[in-house]
C-alpha cells in the first residue's frame, strides 16, 4: 500500500493521518513529532496549551498544535515549547480591537480605507481625520462643501465672486468642475454636459463647462467630428482619407502620380483606390503603363497594336490566318496590314484564288489547273482537241495531261498510229488485230510458227486472229501438240505409238499378250516391242518354250530341273550310263 494505507486491500488509513490527503499527511488534529518519523501524535488541550485553552487544532502545516485561549489569556504551553497560540488580528487600513471590529473617523463604505466626507488626513502618516470647515478651509467664502475624491484635501464651493481652491481670490466660477447657475453650483458631468464622447468634463476660466473628447472628436459637447475623420466612429479615417490619425487627403497628384480624374480610399484606409484613371494608366498610384501603350502619355497603342484602348497585337497568326511573312498595323486605330504569303488574298489572308490549291499554303495549283500563278484551267477543248475522255493535271509538269479518248495519243491526243484506222481512230487498220493494241498479225507472233496460214477473225473490229495450223498443232494459236502425236512439228507419233499418223498405242495386253511387264514401240515406231514376264518369248509374248511349263511360264517342263534353268536329265549326265 503507498503512503499509511494498511489491510489486504489497502482500505485503513493509519490512525492520525488525514484520508482526504491520500493518508499522507497529518489529521487536523494531528501534529508531527519530527519530519522523520513515520507516526503522528494527537494534539491535547491539557498537554500542548494547558489550562488556559478552550480547544486545539492543528497549523496548516501539520507541524504544531494550535491552541484557541479562553478569554482574557494569551500565551504558549510549557508542556507545548511555545509552538501554540492564540489568534492575534493584525487590522487593515483604520481598523482596530482584538477582532478588528472598530473603526476610526473613516468611511465604512470604502473598507475604512478613506475618510469620511466631510473629513481629510492631516497628514499621510496621521490616524486621525479632521473635518472640513468653511470658515478654515473656504476662507468663509464658500456654501457647504466636500472633500475630494480621494479625501485628502477640502472642496470648496465658492460664492459667487470669488474663486480658487480656498475661494480666497475673486473671479466669476467656483470649485473645477462646476458652474453657477441661479446662484447655486451645479457639477459639470459627460451626461448633462458631452456626448457620450466625452471622457471627462472640467470648467473653463469662463465659467462653463469644457468636454475633453475621445479620439478626435471636437466641440464644446464633443458633438463634431471634423470631415475627415469617419463620422460615426472618429477613430477612422473618412472615405477619401487615410493614414490614422493626420488622415491625409488622398489627391490626384500626391496618390495618383497625376494620372486620374478622382481618388477616393478603401474601407481599410491603408490606400487609395476606386481612381478614375485618364487614359490607360494603371497600378495603385497611376503610375503603371501597360507595354501595349505609348509609355509617355499612355494614350495610344503602342508599336504594332491597333484599335486603341484595346490595343490588340498584330500577329501573323490572329489576324493574317497564319499566311503571312510581314503584319503590321495600317493605323494605330484601326486594323493590321499583312504581306502576305504566296498568292493568299483577303485583309487577313483568308481566300485562296480559284485554281490555286490551299493545302500547298496557296503556291500551287489545284489538279486540273496549270500556269501557276495565274492558274489557267485545263479544257479538253483547247489543249486535247476534243479526243480525250477528260484532262487533268500534276504539280510534277508543266503542262495538262489528256485522257485520249479511243487510240488517239500523244500530249493533245492528236495522233492516230498507222496500226489503228477509223474516224475516231477506233478500228484497228488492215492486217492487225486486237482493238485497244492492234497489233499486226503474223503466223509467228500469233500462231507460234505452227500454221501455215493466219487471218483475221470474221469481226467488224477483230481482237484476234485466225491461224490455220500444220501438222497436229491444235487451234486456236497452233500451241499444242495432242499426246499421241510427237516431234519437233507435231509431224511424228508420240512415245509408245506405232503407224503415224493413225500413232495408235502399244499395250501390254493388246501387243504382249498380257505377258510382259512393259511395252514401247520401236524406233522407226512401226512397231511394238515388249519385255516378256518369266520366261515367255515371242514378239508378244506369246509362246512359253518346251523345257518350260506351268500358268505362266514359271516352272519347268516334262524332264527338265532346275527352274529357272530348267536343264533336262537323261542317263548319261545325271546316272552316269548307269
Known amino acids: 500500500c503507498s503512503n499509511?494505507?494498511?489491510?489486504?486491500?489497502?482500505?485503513?488509513?493509519?490512525?492520525?493521518?488525514?484520508?482526504?490527503?491520500?493518508?499522507?499527511?497529518?489529521?487536523?488534529?494531528?501534529?508531527?513529532?519530527s519530519t522523520l518519523t513515520i507516526n503522528y501524535i494527537q494534539c491535547d488541550v491539557a498537554?500542548?496549551?494547558?489550562?488556559?485553552?478552550?480547544?486545539?487544532?492543528?497549523?496548516?502545516?501539520?507541524s504544531a498544535c494550535l491552541c484557541f485561549w479562553s478569554p482574557g489569556h494569551i500565551g504558549a504551553s510549557a508542556s507545548a515549547g511555545g509552538l501554540a497560540t492564540?489568534?492575534?488580528?493584525?487590522?487593515?487600513?483604520?481598523?482596530?480591537?482584538?477582532?478588528?471590529?472598530?473603526?476610526?473617523?473613516?468611511?465604512?463604505?470604502?473598507?475604512?480605507?478613506?475618510?469620511?466626507?466631510?473629513?481629510?488626513?492631516?497628514?499621510?502618516?496621521?490616524?486621525?481625520?479632521?473635518?472640513?470647515?468653511?470658515?478654515?478651509?473656504?476662507?468663509?467664502?464658500?456654501?457647504?462643501?466636500?472633500?475630494?475624491?480621494?479625501?485628502?484635501?477640502?472642496?470648496?464651493?465658492?460664492?459667487?465672486?470669488?474663486?480658487?481652491?480656498?475661494?480666497?481670490?475673486?473671479?466669476?466660477?467656483?470649485?473645477?468642475?462646476?458652474?453657477?447657475?441661479?446662484?447655486?453650483?451645479?457639477?459639470?458631468?459627460?451626461?448633462?454636459?458631452?456626448?457620450?464622447?466625452?471622457?471627462?468634463?472640467?470648467?473653463?476660466?469662463?465659467?462653463?463647462?469644457?468636454?475633453?473628447?475621445?479620439?478626435?472628436?471636437?466641440?464644446d459637447k464633443c458633438d463634431s467630428c471634423p470631415v475627415r475623420l469617419e463620422q460615426m466612429s472618429s477613430d477612422k479615417c473618412a472615405v477619401g482619407y487615410l493614414n490614422y490619425p493626420t488622415c491625409d487627403h488622398c489627391n490626384v497628384i500626391d496618390h495618383c502620380s497625376g494620372h486620374a480624374t478622382s481618388v477616393t480610399s478603401d474601407p481599410a484606409n491603408k490606400l487609395c483606390t476606386d481612381w478614375a484613371y485618364t487614359y490607360s494608366w494603371t497600378g495603385s498610384s497611376c503610375d503603371s503603363c501597360a507595354a501595349i501603350y505609348t509609355q509617355a502619355e499612355c494614350v495610344q497603342c503602342a508599336e504594332g497594336h491597333f484599335a486603341y484602348d484595346v490595343c490588340t497585337m498584330c500577329t501573323v497568326k490572329d489576324h493574317c490566318s497564319s499566311h503571312a511573312s510581314t503584319v503590321v498595323p495600317i493605323s494605330r486605330i484601326t486594323t493590321c496590314d499583312c504581306t502576305s504569303n504566296h498568292t493568299w488574298t483577303g485583309d487577313s489572308c483568308d481566300i485562296c484564288p480559284p485554281g490555286i490549291d490551299p493545302a500547298t499554303d496557296c503556291a500551287q495549283c489545284l489538279v486540273g489547273y496549270i500556269g501557276f500563278?495565274?492558274?489557267?484551267?485545263?479544257?479538253?477543248?483547247?489543249?486535247?482537241?476534243?479526243?480525250?475522255?477528260?484532262?487533268?493535271?500534276?504539280?510534277?509538269?508543266?503542262?495538262?495531261?489528256?485522257?485520249?479518248?479511243?487510240?488517239?495519243?500523244?500530249?493533245?491526243c492528236s495522233q492516230c498510229n498507222s496500226q489503228v484506222d477509223?474516224?475516231?481512230?477506233?478500228?484497228?487498220?488492215?492486217?492487225?488485230?486486237?482493238?485497244?493494241?492492234?497489233?499486226?498479225?503474223?503466223?509467228?507472233?500469233?500462231?507460234?510458227?505452227?500454221?501455215?496460214?493466219?487471218?483475221?477473225?470474221?469481226?467488224?473490229?477483230?481482237?484476234?486472229?485466225?491461224?490455220?495450223?500444220?501438222?497436229?498443232?491444235?487451234?486456236?494459236?497452233?500451241l499444242t501438240c495432242p499426246p499421241q502425236f510427237g516431234g519437233s512439228d507435231c509431224d511424228t507419233c508420240g512415245?509408245?505409238?506405232?503407224?503415224?499418223?493413225?500413232?495408235?498405242?502399244?499395250?501390254?495386253?493388246?501387243?504382249?499378250?498380257?505377258?510382259?511387264?512393259?511395252?514401247?514401240?520401236?524406233?522407226?515406231?512401226?512397231?511394238?516391242?515388249?519385255?516378256?514376264?518369266?520366261?515367255?518369248?515371242?514378239?508378244?509374248?506369246?509362246?512359253?518354250?518346251?523345257?518350260?511349263?506351268?500358268?505362266?511360264?514359271?516352272?519347268c517342263g516334262t524332264a527338265h530341273i532346275n527352274y529357272p534353268f530348267c536343264t533336262d536329265y537323261t542317263d548319261a549326265l545325271h546316272c552316269n550310263g548307269h
Open 422 to 478: 477509223g474516224a475516231d481512230c477506233d478500228v484497228c487498220a488492215s492486217a492487225h488485230t486486237g482493238y485497244n493494241i492492234c497489233d499486226l498479225y503474223t503466223i509467228a507472233d500469233h500462231c507460234e510458227n505452227h500454221a501455215s496460214a493466219v487471218t483475221p477473225a470474221p469481226d467488224p473490229n477483230p481482237t484476234s486472229c485466225t491461224c490455220t495450223c500444220r501438222n497436229h498443232w491444235e487451234l486456236p494459236d497452233c
Open 86 to 219: 492564540r489568534c492575534d488580528c493584525d487590522c487593515s487600513n483604520k481598523w482596530s480591537s482584538s477582532d478588528c471590529s472598530a473603526c476610526a473617523a473613516s468611511d465604512p463604505a470604502s473598507d475604512y480605507a478613506t475618510w469620511v466626507v466631510g473629513y481629510m488626513a492631516v497628514s499621510p502618516l496621521t490616524v486621525n481625520c479632521v473635518q472640513c470647515d468653511i470658515a478654515t478651509d473656504c476662507g468663509g467664502n464658500a456654501h457647504p462643501g466636500t472633500t475630494t475624491p480621494d479625501r485628502t484635501a477640502c472642496l470648496c464651493f465658492c460664492s459667487p465672486g470669488y474663486t480658487g481652491a480656498s475661494c480666497s481670490s475673486c473671479g466669476p466660477t467656483g470649485p473645477n468642475g462646476y458652474i453657477e447657475e441661479a446662484g447655486q453650483y451645479i457639477q459639470c458631468t459627460i451626461p448633462t454636459r458631452c456626448t457620450p464622447t466625452g471622457t471627462d468634463v472640467v470648467t473653463a476660466d469662463n465659467g462653463v463647462c469644457v468636454c475633453n473628447c475621445k479620439d478626435r472628436w471636437v466641440g
Open 495 to 555: 512415245i509408245h505409238r506405232i503407224n503415224y499418223p493413225t500413232c495408235t498405242l502399244c499395250t501390254v495386253n493388246d501387243d504382249c499378250s498380257n505377258h510382259a511387264s512393259t511395252v514401247t514401240s520401236n524406233s522407226q515406231q512401226t512397231e511394238c516391242v515388249c519385255t516378256c514376264n518369266q520366261k515367255w518369248s515371242g514378239a508378244d509374248c506369246s509362246t512359253c518354250p518346251t523345257e518350260y511349263s506351268g500358268l505362266d511360264c514359271n516352272d
Open 47 to 62: 498537554t500542548d496549551c494547558g489550562e488556559d485553552a478552550h480547544s486545539v487544532t492543528t497549523t496548516p502545516d501539520r
Open 4 to 33: 499509511k494505507w494498511s489491510s489486504s486491500d489497502c482500505s485503513v488509513c493509519a490512525t492520525g493521518f488525514d484520508p482526504a490527503s491520500d493518508c499522507a499527511t497529518c489529521d487536523v488534529r494531528y501534529v508531527s513529532v
Open 373 to 412: 500563278p495565274n492558274h489557267v484551267k485545263c479544257g479538253i477543248a483547247t489543249d486535247c482537241i476534243n479526243n480525250a475522255d477528260s484532262v487533268t493535271s500534276s504539280p510534277d509538269f508543266p503542262s495538262c495531261q489528256c485522257d485520249c479518248r479511243n487510240m488517239w495519243s500523244g500530249a493533245t
